[in-house]
């Protein structure tokens, strides 16, 4: 075992003991938490009865006979009442009301009434105006367990004339007690195995880095001549495809996690509206509301399956890193042709498509990714257009970029979404049809701007409307 390896399985050791110390403390500590809070319950039952029984007696004389009747019921009660994973279905509250002279009057029990408890600490104390409290035995009741008994003093007219204890079973919290510690135990057991598994991995990943410079200085000592560029590019090289794995390593599973969360959600309200047609199908109705559930689960379910393509599509387009073929592609063309296509979809509403005037463009990339990019910014610029709207495409050249912008007539981006138009699944209700989208096309426009090395912006309009950009760098300026 080498030095290094000894290190740290000392530094793993030191850490499993610190937690198994800090452990022992919790544990030890949760015991008299939860005494202290039952005592504190008890304190506020011991007045709450003195208060009962000071208010039934008078003239000086203890009336503690209330109580009987009260008890004999609460005590024949049954009930269910599921405490964190426990079921309670009885009372174990005993009361001992005593007189002045610490004799018994009162036992809820009915077990110890005549008895002398003057010498208990609890009745000693609360007898002398003290606060007092005991743990003992439980005499009569369940074998090697004990009872928590608080006393509150009886005063009529001033004068103390008795005393009031309230116990409680310690074997009735007792359960939850045991219940933390296994708790605390688990949670301590799974952080010290996540902990030594994540140095594990993680001294995995940093030795290895170390171990390709290890290689480089066999090759190197191999070597009679030395290009010093060449070992440099293949250093930098390995170092960037070994930061890339752990970078894909470490996101795939929150990837993977907000992807299914996001689906789950988008998908619900479909299937909630197809369930509820199903359901109401089942009855007898007239042929008119038959066809029209009819109607809503197909669209539904075409909602939901437009939904997954579009998403499936987006999930193979962010696992490219880089376009494998490029060619260049002339921008005018590209748009002249996407906007004859959705002249015929517009001129149902009386929309009008126009191309601004301008001078071509040549960028380098893949022509069918970017002709579904800019047919989602006129998709969408066309549900967003009021009847017998507007929408205008312009091609404008820069020094080294091209940006084609796309322009609708419509409501504009509420303040609120404006930061979130990119997002997957976001989306705003169409004006026409006030219904939402899949909330992936703009999501796929961003990715195909990235990975051509350009970007997407949605902004409004100084004059009202919005207006979509693709901005690209043109095929002499762009990287190869």
């Known amino acids: 075992m080498t030095k290094r390896t000894r290190i740290f399985i000392g530094i793993l050791l030191a850490y499993a003991v610190g937690v198994g110390v800090l452990l022992y403390r919790l544990i030890g500590d949760i015991d008299p938490r939860y005494?202290?809070?039952?005592?504190?319950?008890?304190?506020?039952?011991?007045y709450l009865l003195s208060s009962t029984i000071e208010a039934?007696?008078?003239?000086?004389?203890?009336?503690?006979?209330?109580?009987?009747?009260?008890?004999?019921?609460?005590?024949?009660?049954?009930?269910?009442?599921?405490?964190?994973?426990f079921e309670k279905t009885r009372v174990e509250l005993r009361v001992v009301v005593v007189d002045r002279g610490g004799r018994v009057v009162f036992d809820s029990r009915g077990r110890q009434e005549g008895e002398d408890f003057s010498q208990w600490r609890d009745v000693r104390l609360a007898l002398s105006g003290a606060y007092g409290a005991r743990t003992s035995p439980d005499v009569g009741g369940v074998p090697h367990t004990s009872v928590m008994y608080v006393a509150a003093p009886i005063r009529v007219a001033d004068e103390i004339v008795g005393a009031v204890s309230v116990g409680k079973p310690v074997q009735s919290f007792g359960q939850f007690i045991d219940a933390a510690r296994r708790k605390t135990l688990l949670v301590g057991a799974t952080s010290v195995v996540a902990v030594l598994l994540l140095a594990v991995i993680v001294s995995v990943w940093l030795v290895r880095p170390f171990g390709v410079f290890s290689d480089y200085v066999r090759y190197v000592r191999a070597q009679r001549s030395i290009s010093l560029p060449r070992l440099a590019r293949r250093a930098l090289g390995?170092?960037?495809?070994?930061?890339?794995?752990?970078?894909?390593?470490?996101?795939?599973?929150?990837?993977?996690?907000?992807?299914?969360?996001?689906?789950?959600h988008e998908v619900k309200s479909p299937l909630s509206a197809i369930r509820g047609a199903a359901e109401l199908l089942q009855e007898p109705m007239p042929d008119a509301d038959r066809a029209r559930f009819v109607a809503n689960i197909a669209r539904e379910t075409q909602r939901i399956q437009e939904l997954v393509d579009r998403m499936m599509e987006l999930t193979a387009l962010e696992s490219r890193r880089s376009l494998d073929v490029t060619a260049p592609v002339a921008l005018r063309?590209?748009?002249?042709?996407?906007?004859?296509?959705?002249?015929?979809?517009?001129?149902?509403?009386?929309?009008?498509?126009?191309?601004?005037?301008?001078?071509?463009?040549?960028?380098?990339?893949?022509?069918?990714?970017?002709?579904?990019?800019?047919?989602?910014?006129?998709?969408?610029a066309l549900e967003f257009s009021p009847q017998g709207g507007t929408v205008s495409i312009a091609i404008r050249r820069q020094r080294r970029s091209?940006?084609?912008?796309?322009?609708?007539?419509?409501?504009?981006?509420?303040d609120y979404a404006e930061d979130k138009v990119f997002e997957k699944f976001y989306s705003l209700a169409r004006p026409q049809s006030k219904k939402k989208s899949t909330?992936?096309?703009?999501?796929?426009?961003?990715?195909?701007?990235?990975?051509?090395?350009?970007?997407?912006?949605?902004?409004?309009?100084?004059?009202?409307?919005?207006?979509?950009?693709?901005?690209l760098p043109l095929a002499d300026s762009a990287p190869r």
Do not use: W
Not at 342 to 353: D, F, K, N, Q
């Open 35 to 46: 005494r202290e809070s039952a005592e504190e319950s008890l304190v506020e039952t011991a």
């Open 56 to 85: 039934a007696s008078h003239d000086g004389v203890l009336r503690a006979d209330t109580l009987r009747p009260v008890f004999e019921s609460l005590y024949a009660r049954r009930f269910k009442a599921n405490i964190f994973g």
């Open 238 to 264: 390995a170092i960037g495809a070994a930061y890339e794995e752990m970078r894909d390593a470490l996101a795939g599973r929150n990837y993977v996690a907000d992807y299914v969360q996001t689906l789950t």
């Open 333 to 380: 063309a590209l748009v002249d042709e996407l906007a004859a296509s959705a002249r015929a979809s517009g001129a149902v509403r009386g929309l009008h498509i126009e191309v601004q005037p301008g001078d071509d463009a040549l960028v380098e990339g893949d022509a069918f990714l970017l002709r579904r990019a800019i047919a989602n910014l006129l998709d969408n």
């Open 402 to 414: 091209a940006q084609v912008s796309v322009r609708d007539h419509g409501p504009g981006i509420p």
């Open 439 to 471: 909330g992936l096309g703009l999501a796929f426009v961003k990715e195909i701007a990235e990975l051509h090395d350009g970007r997407a912006t949605l902004t409004n309009a100084p004059d009202g409307g919005a207006v979509a950009t693709l901005s």
